[in-house]
């Protein structure tokens, strides 16, 4: 039987596997070419951030990739849906505590980490699903995810990634006490509905900050995540430097979400043009810096994915353009296609 090299995610591997090439980081050897892949290579594989997709040798049906994926994305799904009630459970335990306290949140953040590592994974399946209608549980699940994997990209320590991952999974606490004729509403909001939208993170700030012994970098994180670098979001209309660095990396797994969640102020027209939302909210509403380090690093993951066109067709990801995100250059059965010379053909979406 013939073998095959086929690139997989970290959670696509499986034990038996071989793999056909070196995989090398910073001068280290985490993987030889030819070695068959035990459960100890996968779970070290996973500690490395910085790797995400590996190439090995398949051989049969039993290891189609594409029969692999669909598990995988299943499976985070299962994972993120049962992360989402279990938050929930969280949040109303908490606030009825006579003094909050942290130990369940720590616990919580903890396992976000670990079942989270494969970056890959993560993304595709926000970009996949969102988090639909729950704009408190779902959403604050994603928004740890990509908070968590921004900071691990900047090089935070450990304590500043705990702090982070509590602050982002609590930016939302708020919503909690508004009504949810509000939250849940479909359309757009009444000038005073939108007022009270808006009293969100103040509300978080008032729980987090009466948390004993906690870090005050989380509730600036909570009260900070709608200002903008411009000086024109909320509670406060602080800019620049003023706004905490917590809050402007989940300002942009906020809008992340959003955009993927069709939640966004006007339609975007699929994944590629949820980038660009971005890049475009990185010219004076966040944190540029920030911004270009998420992009330049999320790209990579949309390379090799399989993509269908507005016009119906299948495409595979090859090269995405940081200056052009919309434009993509793909491959079908050989046959190259440039998005930039096909002004009326856009991505709808990633399929499996």
């Not at 951030?49 to 189609?64: E, N, T």
């Not at 995405?320 to 053909?345: A, H, M, R, Y």
Request: charged share 25%.
């Amino acid at each position: 039987m013939l073998w095959e090299k086929k690139f997989l995610s970290i959670n696509e591997l499986r034990p038996g596997m071989m793999s056909s090439s070196d995989i090398i980081f910073e001068d280290k050897m985490l993987l030889a070419k030819n070695t068959v892949i035990t459960e100890s290579h996968i779970n070290n594989l996973k500690q490395n951030y910085a790797v995400d997709k590996i190439q090995v040798y398949l051989k049969d049906d039993s290891d189609d990739p594409l029969i692999i994926q669909e598990n995988s994305v299943q499976k985070i799904e299962s994972d993120f849906n049962e992360f989402s009630l279990n938050l929930k459970h969280i949040f109303d335990k908490i606030s009825n505590l006579p003094v909050p306290e942290m130990n369940e949140i720590r616990t919580f953040s903890k396992k976000i980490q670990e079942e989270f590592k494969s970056v890959g994974i993560v993304i595709r399946n926000i970009v996949f699903y969102g988090s639909g209608n729950d704009t408190i549980y779902r959403h604050s699940i994603n928004v740890s995810a990509i908070s968590f994997i921004l900071g691990k990209w900047l090089n935070f320590d450990q304590r500043e990634l705990n702090l982070l991952t509590y602050s982002a999974i609590l930016h939302d606490f708020g919503k909690t006490k508004i009504s949810k004729d509000i939250i849940d509403k479909k359309g757009t909001l009444t000038s005073k509905e939108y007022k009270i939208i808006k009293t969100h993170p103040v509300i978080s700030y008032n729980f987090v900050k009466s948390i004993p012994y906690l870090d005050s970098s989380v509730s600036y994180g909570v009260l900070m995540h709608h200002e903008k670098m411009d000086g024109s979001g909320y509670p406060l209309g602080i800019s620049g430097d003023k706004i905490h660095s917590f809050a402007k990396i989940i300002a942009i797994a906020d809008l992340f979400d959003e955009v993927n969640s069709s939640r966004y102020y006007k339609k975007v027209k699929g994944p590629f043009e949820a980038l660009q939302v971005i890049q475009e909210q990185s010219l004076g509403k966040l944190d540029r810096k920030y911004c270009d380090m998420f992009l330049n690093h999320i790209i990579n993951y949309f390379m090799g994915e399989n993509v269908l066109l507005n016009n119906g067709k299948k495409y595979k990801v090859l090269q995405v353009n940081i200056n052009d995100l919309t434009s993509p250059l793909l491959l079908d059965q050989g046959d190259f296609l440039d998005l930039k010379k096909e002004k009326n053909l856009y991505v709808e979406k990633l399929v499996i």
